[in-house]
């Protein structure tokens, strides 16, 4: 059995902060935000605003563009670096607000890979019999997890939600997934603190974003470069089969880099980080979400996701839409 992806959505929060508001915060410039990496702008969760509230209005949308209803998911996948609570899941906060119960659902951590891994999950799930028709939601508020005074983090990232329903189906869909991890590199990436350390540390204000970017940047490019090559010659493919490149949106130089490496002009590359920041596994899902709705990508075509993040982790999936 194979799985297509048969609805998408997205939601970005209402409150746009500009690099203009960020030059009022900390010492920086939309000239050096704009040329470093891309980013124009981003999206940041009111007050109270949760990661799962965002995620219930891709996942509605999703499930509305599948032509479906809630209760005809059977999987609910969450990636998200940024839960509501520590438990339930952030899944298990969905299922309820869809009013959808016995279904399994859990949440992913793969950061910025995490949609990736999800999606890749979900596929498993449906080939081997054990879901039809899967929500697999990638869901942010990195904004809860930014130091706002370190300019090296708190220019890149922004918040939102993506949704794909993944519907068991005979005719290709998910052609292929490759997963990847390295956590010899887990300090160049990090929210250092954590529960088990004790609460008592993360209190006293250090569970933010730490980045050694520039080997993060170094390492990203080389290993998505790797990851390319890896699924073409998975598939028997050749670069110019691809009709879209749908990357995790990072940094617009790490994205030309890859789209270098495919051959591929930049109108081929579904890019969204300029207005939607790095929101981490959120940005694959939203990426797509937009170019189906403006009719860019188009059924039958070939697409192909691929992320970098923390660990590290690294993965990409290579689909007929
Ligand atoms: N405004 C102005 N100057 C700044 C800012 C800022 N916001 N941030 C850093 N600088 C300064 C630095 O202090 C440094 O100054 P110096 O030369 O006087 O020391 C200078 O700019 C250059 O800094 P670099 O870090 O070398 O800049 P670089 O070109 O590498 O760009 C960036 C930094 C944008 C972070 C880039 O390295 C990057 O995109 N890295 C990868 C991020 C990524 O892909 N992360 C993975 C996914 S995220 C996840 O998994 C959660």
């Not at 509501?84 to 399994?104: E, K, M, N, V, Y």
């Not at 490496?261 to 694959?284: E, F, R, Y």
Request: glycine letters at 8%; one cysteine or more; aromatic letters at 6%.
């Amino acid at each position: 059995m194979n799985s297509r992806i048969a609805g998408t959505g997205g939601y970005l929060p209402e409150n746009v902060m500009t690099n203009a508001d960020l030059e009022k915060i900390v010492e920086t410039s939309d000239e050096w935000i704009t040329e470093r990496t891309g980013i124009r702008q981003r999206h940041i969760a009111v007050e109270g605003e949760t990661t799962c509230d965002i995620a219930e209005k891709a996942a509605r949308q999703a499930i509305d563009s599948a032509g479906l209803k809630p209760q005809d998911v059977d999987l609910i996948i969450v990636a998200t670096t940024t839960p509501d609570r520590i438990f339930p899941s952030t899944a298990c906060l969905l299922q309820q607000r869809l009013d959808i119960h016995g279904c399994a659902a859990f949440d992913v951590q793969a950061v910025c890979t995490g949609f990736v891994y999800a999606l890749s999950v979900a596929e498993k799930f449906i080939r081997t019999g054990s879901a039809t028709r899967a929500l697999v939601v990638g869901a942010e508020t990195t904004s809860r997890i930014i130091d706002w005074s370190d300019r090296t983090t708190c220019v890149l990232f922004g918040d939102g939600a993506g949704a794909v329903v993944l519907e068991a189906t005979e005719a290709p869909g998910i052609l292929s997934t490759h997963l990847h991890a390295d956590g010899a590199y887990s300090d160049l990436l990090t929210v250092p603190e954590g529960v088990s350390q004790g609460f008592e540390k993360m209190q006293a204000g250090d569970a933010y974003i730490k980045m050694q970017g520039n080997e993060v940047f170094k390492m990203a490019v080389k290993t998505l470069g790797r990851i390319v090559d890896e699924t073409l010659a998975a598939n028997n493919m050749e670069k110019r089969d691809i009709d879209w490149l749908i990357p995790h949106q990072a940094n617009i130089r790490i994205i030309k880099a890859t789209a270098k490496k495919l051959n591929m002009s930049m109108d081929q590359v579904v890019v969204t980080v300029d207005h939607h920041g790095n929101t981490s596994a959120a940005s694959i899902p939203l990426a797509l979400d937009v170019a189906v709705r403006d009719g860019r990508v188009k059924r039958g075509e070939t697409l192909l996701l691929e992320a970098f993040g923390g660990g590290f982790t690294w993965g990409s999936a290579l689909l007929k839409y």
